[in-house]
C-alpha cells in the first residue's frame, strides 16, 4: 500500500519516547539507591569506630557515634533527605551497633503513588572493650 | 519511501553517555568506600595488636614484680605484705606503679618524696581520685578508680604507658584507561589509628561485683593491662575533626 506516510517517525518517536523516560528515571533511582546504600554504610561504620574509640566507659558513646554519621552524611551529598536521616546505636554485650536509616524519594512516576519513599538502611558492628 | 528504521537507536546514542557517566560514578564510589574501610579495619587491627602485645609485657612484668616482693619477705606463704617488708622493695614498686600503673606490687608509700629527690612527686590522695557513684538495685555505692589526671608526678600519668601509632597507607589503582580518568579513578588514601594498653575504663567486672575497691595501697584485687583504641593524640592535642579521607 502506499499511503502517505508523512510524519510516521514522530508518531513513533511520541510512542517511544515515554518508554525512554522511563528508563532513564529507573536508571536514575538505582543510581541513587547505590549511592545511598553505600553512604548509609560508610556513615554507620564511621559512627561505630568514633563509638568505640572516643567513649569512655560511664558515658554512652551515642553522642560520638551520631556526630560521626552526621558528619558524613552532611558531606556526601546536597540531597536534603540525607539530612533527615535516622542515625541508631545500640548495644550488644561485647559490641556497638550504629544502623543509619535514609529515605530516599521515589521518582518513578506510577509507581510513586504506591511506594513514595525508598529507606536505605546500613549498619555495622564493632567489638567494645 | 524514506526508510525511517533505527531512530531509536540514535536516540540511544545520546542517552548512552549520560547513563554511563552515571554509572561509572556510583561504581566508582562504592568501591572507594569500600577500599576505605578495609584500609581502616586492617590500620584499626594493626594498632590493637601491637598495644595487645604490649598489654601482655606489661602483665608479665606485674606478675614479675608479685613474685620479686615475695621473695624479698618473710611472708610468702601469707602474702601480708605490711611491716616488715623492706623499704627498699616498697618504694621500688611505688615508682613501678607509678610509672605503669598497677605493675607495681605495692603503692602509697608515706616519704615517698624524701627517698627519691629526682623529679616531682605527686602525693596519693584521696581528693584526687575519679570516683563514680552508682545507683544499681539498692542505694548508691561508690567505686573508687585510680588517679586519672595527676599534673605532677613522678611520670606524667597522662602519657603513661607505650602507645601505638599506626598509619595506613593505600596505593592508587590504574584504572581502565588510567588512574584517574574522567575523575572516576580510585586515588591514594591513608588511615591512621591509635591504640594503647589500658587499665581503668575496662574493667566492668568492679562494677558487676559490688565491691568498693580503693587503689591507695595497690592492685591487690589485680586487673591487668588490656589494649584500647583511642582518638589519635599526636603528644598534646586530640585530633577530633571528623573522618581522615
Known amino acids: ?129 | 519511501m524514506k526508510k525511517s528504521k533505527g531512530q531509536t537507536t540514535v536516540l540511544l546514542l545520546f542517552f548512552l553517555p549520560i547513563i554511563l557517566l552515571i554509572l561509572a560514578y556510583t561504581l566508582s564510589n562504592g568501591k572507594l568506600i569500600y577500599k576505605r574501610i578495609k584500609l581502616q579495619n586492617a590500620t584499626d587491627g594493626a594498632a590493637y595488636t601491637a598495644a595487645l602485645w604490649q598489654a601482655r609485657g606489661l602483665n608479665v612484668i606485674s606478675d614479675l614484680n608479685w613474685c620479686l616482693v615475695s621473695a624479698y619477705t618473710a611472708e610468702t606463704l601469707t602474702q601480708n605484705f605490711t611491716y616488715p617488708v623492706t623499704k627498699s622493695v616498697i618504694l621500688g614498686q611505688d615508682m613501678i606503679n607509678r610509672t605503669f600503673p598497677g605493675t607495681g606490687a605495692l603503692a602509697g608509700y608515706n616519704n615517698f618524696s624524701r627517698n627519691f629527690s629526682n623529679g616531682k612527686v605527686a602525693p596519693l590522695s584521696l581528693s584526687g581520685m575519679f570516683s563514680l557513684k552508682v545507683k544499681r538495685f539498692g542505694k548508691p555505692i561508690m567505686l573508687q578508680y585510680m588517679v586519672k589526671d595527676t599534673e605532677t608526678a613522678w611520670v606524667n600519668q597522662r602519657n603513661r604507658g607505650p602507645f601505638v601509632l599506626m598509619i595506613g597507607f593505600a596505593g592508587a589503582e590504574t584504572g581502565f584507561i588510567g588512574a584517574n580518568a574522567f575523575g572516576f579513578g580510585i586515588p591514594a588514601m591513608k588511615a591512621i589509628a591509635q591504640a594503647m594498653p589500658d587499665k581503668e575504663d575496662t574493667d566492668i567486672r568492679k562494677l558487676l561485683n559490688e565491691y568498693d575497691i580503693s587503689l591507695v595501697t595497690g592492685d591487690l584485687w589485680d586487673p591487668s593491662y588490656e589494649p584500647k583504641l583511642i582518638p589519635v593524640s599526636l603528644g598534646l592535642t586530640i585530633l577530633s575533626k571528623g573522618v581522615l579521607h
Do not use: W
Not at chain 1, 510512542?15 to 545511598?36: D, H, R, S
Open chain 1, 1 to 129: 500500500m502506499r499511503g502517505k506516510t508523512h510524519g510516521q517517525a514522530l508518531v513513533e518517536f511520541v510512542l517511544v519516547i515515554p518508554m525512554f523516560i522511563l528508563v532513564f528515571i529507573c536508571i536514575i533511582q538505582t543510581a541513587l539507591l547505590f549511592n545511598a546504600q553505600y553512604t548509609a554504610k560508610y556513615a554507620s561504620f564511621c559512627g561505630a569506630r568514633a563509638a568505640i574509640v572516643h567513649a569512655k566507659f560511664p558515658d554512652k558513646p551515642d553522642v560520638y557515634a551520631k556526630l560521626a554519621a552526621r558528619y558524613v552524611l552532611n558531606a556526601g551529598s546536597l540531597n536534603p533527605l540525607k539530612q533527615v536521616a535516622l542515625v541508631k546505636g545500640e548495644y550488644l554485650l561485647f559490641e556497638y551497633r550504629v544502623t543509619v536509616t535514609i529515605p530516599i524519594k521515589n521518582y518513578i512516576p506510577l509507581y510513586n503513588l504506591f511506594v513514595p519513599i525508598f529507606p536505605v538502611k546500613a549498619s555495622t558492628r564493632l567489638p567494645v572493650e
